[in-house]
């Protein structure tokens, strides 16, 4: 229930930090709500938990307490953000496109403009992810958010295989926000070789990514080891079937694989 006058800080940045799948992290600053802290307490446990079902369930109880336009409009993102976790990507769409026509606080704005663009990056409409992307770094070119802006607009024309700009994205990202999370995802990516590929396991183990790859062999794949470097010096030994030239085999291949029960995610 909401209380008159009483205001309780939620969710400090630290507390939701990377819940969106594309890379981006998301960082609230300590907003008023004016809640019952029971229902406080559950909504962020329910947030680090990345249990999006509870999630939804709890913003549809407090969107019934008459909260304020700007309580209402960051709860309504978590209702987006809890679609676009469970997979319901066409909602978590229309979600934040009825929160970007309204008139947002800067944070809260790059935070649903992020989700928009995995919204559109994950239902495979990777020109309008790019072009969300876009503006968003020209609108708010050096904001806490840019250096993720900069990896979502690199990662859709990967998908696209435009692979000059990807390259150019990354390096500038690499340079700009050099101690970013993004960074180091960029630096991975500006390793990986300019075709599609279907990603089936990762291993900190060499000896059981081998152990797949002889699997897959006997499958008559073509599968290989790509070992990258993490950020925290441990060496992961990435499974990879197949370097395709164009996306759509890639998405064949891969519903190929799922199909046999391997975990698959199509690189880059």
Do not use: H
Request: aromatic share 10%; net charge positive.
């Amino acid at each position: 229930m909401f209380y008159k006058g009483v205001c309780v800080p939620v969710f400090a940045g630290k507390l939701i930090a990377g819940f969106l799948s594309a890379g981006g992290l998301l960082f609230f600053s300590a907003f008023c709500v004016l809640a019952a802290q029971e229902d406080l307490s559950t909504l962020q446990a329910a947030l680090m938990n990345r249990d999006f079902v509870r999630v939804g369930e709890i913003v549809r109880v407090l969107l019934k307490e008459r909260p304020s336009a700007e309580q209402e409009a960051t709860l309504r993102y978590y209702s987006g953000l809890s679609a676009l976790r469970l997979g319901r990507y066409a909602e978590a769409e229309n979600v934040f496109r009825r929160l970007e026509a309204s008139r947002l606080q800067e944070e809260l704005s790059d935070q649903v403009t992020a989700g928009l663009i995995d919204a559109l990056y994950l239902q495979g409409f990777y020109e309008k992810a790019l072009q969300e992307s876009g503006r968003a770094l020209a609108r708010r070119r050096g904001s806490a958010m840019s250096s993720a802006f900069y990896l979502k607009a690199a990662r859709a024309n990967l998908k696209l295989a435009r692979w000059v700009k990807a390259g150019e994205l990354l390096r500038r990202l690499a340079e700009e926000y050099p101690l970013s999370f993004e960074s180091d995802v960029a630096r991975q990516l500006l390793e990986e070789q300019q075709y599609f590929t279907v990603q089936v396991g990762s291993f900190t183990d060499k000896a059981l990514a081998q152990r797949l790859v002889d699997e897959l062999t006997r499958r008559q794949e073509y599968a290989f080891i790509v070992e990258s470097r993490a950020s925290d010096g441990r060496t992961n030994f990435r499974v990879r079937v197949g370097r395709l030239s164009n996306l759509r085999d890639a998405v064949t291949l891969e519903a190929k694989l799922a199909g046999l029960g391997y975990p698959t995610l199509i690189y880059p």
